[in-house]
């Protein structure tokens, strides 16, 4: 296959893979209740693990020597700029899939906020296919999996809010499919795109680490049920081991 029929399928997959915690939600909502915090936990080792076990590294060795340094310091751009977009948009990633926050963010921002994340993801996912195909395919997983307790957020939400369920489809089909559109976007500027290509994958390393660190294990921690602590603690680190053999298999 091509790079741009990889980009597309993976991208479209990633989608599916969102769209998969929201289905959850409506079929079963106690499952998701008990689920919800496991896939957090997942989610959060899956970032971590392709942020510094694919990204940085591939950052590093695509950049060369003269500009090493510079990586880490887009990586924590990319940190900062994530924190200034969830200040920007508020509620950007409640990960929360039990309950809405105190502070509800209202139907219209939820679906601005998501179609402007899902965008970002894909100019992500096409930026690493562009790298290489691994590369691609790693991220591409990070993202659908940290994609799915948040879509278990956006769903919840939106169905205490009093939307009827085939609008909340609706609704995040469409901005699931912005990812697709900034996948494509990215593609065709692919030109431009190779020569900042390390910067991209130092920002996109920022992204997951400051998704896992600040949203995704406060709410790991959020858990008090008893036995569920190890539980996460386990999924997170198996969320680590399997992208370092998905890395290692695709590599080989």
């Known amino acids: 296959m091509s790079t741009l029929e990889y980009i597309i399928i993976f991208t479209l997959i990633g989608s599916v893979l969102s769209l998969a915690g929201g289905i959850i939600l409506l079929a079963n909502e106690k499952l998701t209740l008990k689920i919800s915090h496991l896939l957090i936990s997942f989610a959060a080792g899956t970032l971590l693990g392709t942020a510094f076990l694919d990204l940085l590294p591939e950052a590093l060795h695509e950049s060369g020597k003269q500009a090493e340094s510079q990586i880490f310091t887009w990586t924590l751009v990319g940190i900062l700029l994530f924190f200034i977009i969830e200040r920007f948009i508020h509620s950007t990633h409640r990960h929360d899939g039990i309950h809405a926050r105190e502070t509800k963010p209202t139907v219209p921002l939820i679906i601005v906020s998501d179609s402007l994340h899902n965008f970002i993801d894909g100019v992500v996912i096409a930026a690493a296919f562009l790298v290489n195909i691994p590369l691609g395919i790693v991220t591409a997983i990070a993202v659908g999996?940290?994609?799915?307790?948040?879509?278990?957020?956006?769903?919840?939400?939106?169905?205490?809010s009093g939307v009827k369920r085939l609008k909340v489809i609706?609704?995040?089909?469409?901005?699931?499919l912005t990812a697709l559109i900034g996948a494509l976007l990215t593609f065709a500027l692919k030109?431009?795109?190779?020569?900042?290509?390390?910067?991209?994958?130092?920002?996109?390393?920022?992204?997951?680490?400051?998704?896992?660190?600040?949203?995704?294990?406060?709410?790991?921690h959020h858990e008090k049920r008893k036995g569920f602590a190890l539980y996460e603690t386990l999924l997170l680190l198996l969320g680590v081991v399997l992208v370092y053999i998905l890395i290692t298999l695709l590599r080989q």
Do not use: C
Not at 145 to 160: K, R, T, V
């Open 191 to 220: 030109d431009s795109v190779e020569n900042i290509l390390p910067a991209l994958l130092a920002l996109t390393a920022g992204f997951f680490i400051y998704i896992a660190a600040s949203d995704l294990i406060p709410e790991i």
């Open 170 to 176: 609706f609704y995040n089909l469409f901005s699931s």
């Open 145 to 160: 999996a940290h994609e799915i307790p948040q879509e278990i957020s956006d769903f919840s939400i939106m169905l205490h």
